[in-house]
């Protein structure tokens, strides 16, 4: 790697794939980086270097060795082991069979442990802030790699009545191995909607739902009972100057952390869209320059449609953020696209599906 590439203070791994060509991998990576929109750092005829989100993924041809290197570079380990999912993610889908085989410099020092970017949580405290919200505070091991560049995290919860829980551990080709059958961990996405680094405490609002397996855990709200958790994950704080958006409740707590943390001469609106009325007491920080706008989607148009309006003068000047059902989420793709946004201007995501 060049200096572009790495910091010598970032933590780094290497690993070898064999009998592939550089071709092979190279490609596909690339159009992955294309259509995500990551930054391509370098693309020469022996060499490809994408940023990620959470590091640096450099893919070699050492012709000389007969092999194919691949070089990872990240601020932490955490987030070094995310790049490293992300790459045999990708691998699995082009060389499933190599993807198993690979083996990392410093999987010495990872395998059979639990996977760095996961951590047993404990309740510290529940409170209501509407009724169809709850706040939970968590005691977390270490939140250092916790900030404003990546806002989600999951939860790992075992399911109610198993003796003996079973939590991931990293496997021979570095990434985690999570149980399965009955002993199945729920995965669900939140927002860590604030951190504590010197308590290492956080907070995560909960939207309460009929049915959902968090919501059974959190309403039983005694103190000391324990959760497992991944991340950072996900994006974080746009950097812009102008944003729009859209959010209904699973949303609010990330639209609640973005409005916090942007700076005071960001302008724009942000339209919470509520399905249920109590909704609407959601406690949301003022920002000096971000009008904020309470939609009851049962008195008006849906979000999908208030969204797809709004991108009617384009969208050229402005950071456009959307989360909310998934099909919704795939209109508003459509939306954007057609009205010209370039994907590094936005964050479209779907958080829930009506159809599971």
């Given amino acids: 790697m060049n200096a572009q590439t790495i910091n010598p203070s970032e933590e780094q791994a290497h690993a070898f794939l064999r009998n592939v060509t550089f071709s092979g991998i190279r490609n596909p990576f690339l159009k992955t980086a294309q259509a995500r929109g990551l930054e391509i750092l370098t693309d020469a005829p022996h060499s490809l270097s994408v940023r990620t989100m959470n590091g640096v993924v450099t893919v070699w041809n050492a012709a000389a060795t007969g092999t194919v290197r691949i070089d990872i570079a990240a601020s932490d380990r955490a987030r070094l082991f995310i790049v490293k999912e992300g790459v045999l993610d990708q691998l699995g889908r082009i060389v499933p069979y190599d993807a198993a085989q690979l083996r990392w410099s410093d999987s010495v020092d990872t395998i059979d442990r639990f996977p760095p970017n996961f951590q047993i949580a404990r309740i510290v405290r529940v409170v209501s802030l509407c009724d169809t919200f709850k706040r939970v505070r968590l005691a977390c091991g270490d939140l250092s790699a916790f900030d404003d560049r990546a806002i989600h995290l999951r939860f790992a919860l075992p399911r109610a009545g198993i003796d003996e829980i079973i939590w991931p551990y990293v496997g021979n080709n570095g990434a985690a191995v999570w149980p399965k059958g009955d002993a199945t961990l729920h995965r669900p996405v939140y927002t860590a909607r604030s951190i504590d680094h010197l308590r290492n405490e956080l907070d995560i609002d909960v939207f309460l739902h009929d049915g959902g ?111 909310g059902e998934k099909n919704d989420a795939a209109k508003i793709r459509t939306s954007f696209a057609e009205a010209r946004g370039e994907k590094k201007n936005s964050y479209i995501a779907g958080y829930w599906s009506a159809d599971s």
């Fill in 213 to 323: 397996r968090i919501t059974g855990w959190i309403e039983q709200g005694l103190p000391d009972h324990t959760i497992g958790l991944t991340g950072p994950g996900g994006q974080g704080i746009p950097s812009c100057s102008n944003i729009t958006m859209f959010g209904d409740e699973t949303a609010f707590p990330a639209m609640a952390r973005i409005l916090e943390t942007l700076p005071a001469n960001v302008q724009g609106t942000a339209t919470f869209c509520a399905h249920h009325a109590t909704s609407l007491k959601y406690p949301v920080p003022d920002h000096a320059s971000i009008e904020i706008i309470w939609h009851h989607v049962e008195n008006g148009a849906s979000m999908a449609d208030l969204a797809s309006h709004a991108f009617q003068d384009g969208v050229d000047d402005r950071f456009v953020w959307f989360a």
